[in-house]
């Protein structure tokens, strides 16, 4: 993985992003439960996060953030949200690198 990043640390900033955006409340739990029930795993990866260099990585950022895209949209966040999300994450960039 170019970057090795846990899975708690790519919650913190989406819960930075989230603060930012014109989203009910009920939106942003709704998006947050959904990350924790699918893409918080458990894992036996060794490689530690470079944030926080105490979690191991279970997800590239591809994969994360690609998932929670698509979670944005089920939830029918508003399109300026969407666009925001792609803009400040930019997680294509990793599969158009071929680094996925």
């Known amino acids: 993985m170019s970057d090795p990043i846990c899975s708690k640390c790519y919650m913190v900033e989406l819960g930075i992003w989230l603060n930012d955006q014109n989203v009910s409340l009920d939106k942003r739990a709704k998006l947050m439960r ?29 994969c994360f953030f690609f998932n929670v895209m698509y979670y944005v949209k089920e939830l029918n ?22 680094l996925h």
Request: proline letters at 2%; charged letters at 25%.
């Open 34 to 62: 959904k990350i924790r029930k699918n893409l918080m795993l458990d894992n036996f990866s060794k490689q530690r996060c470079i944030i926080c260099e105490w979690n191991t990585v279970s997800l590239c950022t591809y």
């Open 77 to 98: 966040f508003p399109e300026q949200s969407v666009e925001s999300f792609i803009e400040h994450f930019n997680y294509e960039i990793y599969n158009i690198k071929g």
